[in-house]
């Protein structure tokens, strides 16, 4: 079974910068893409990040140029550097795996950034 565990959010200053780190149990992560998510109060979940096997990203508008996502395979492990913090960027955010050809959706417990002014 597929766990996924979260860490590095907290409270930050806009202006300042978090990297979140999220770790997959076993070697599905290897086979997966890797998105990072985030859903503010009030708000759809949206698509932050995301980052495939090969090593493409595709990022949000509003946080690209920005945040930056990487994958670390001998660690299974996958991160999201976030720079220039924004209050707008205060919500839970949330790992995800998805094993495309399974057709596989696994979620994190979401780590809560918040940005204040």
């Known amino acids: 079974q597929v766990q996924l565990v979260e860490s590095g959010g907290g409270l930050v200053q806009a202006g300042g910068s978090l990297r979140l780190s999220c770790a997959a149990s076993?070697?599905?992560?290897?086979?997966?893409?890797m998105g990072w998510y985030r859903q503010a109060p009030g708000k759809q979940r949206e698509l932050v990040a995301d980052i495939t096997i090969g090593g493409s990203t595709n990022y949000a508008d509003s946080v690209k140029d920005r945040f930056t996502i990487s994958r670390d395979n001998a660690k299974n492990t996958v991160y999201l550097q976030m720079n220039s913090l924004k209050p707008e960027d205060t919500a839970v955010y949330y790992c995800?795996?998805?094993?495309?050809?399974?057709?596989?959706?696994?979620w994190g417990q979401g780590t809560q950034v918040t940005v204040s002014s």
């Open positions: 995800n795996l998805d094993q495309k050809v399974l057709r596989i959706n696994y």
């Open positions: 076993g070697s599905i992560f290897r086979i997966s893409t």
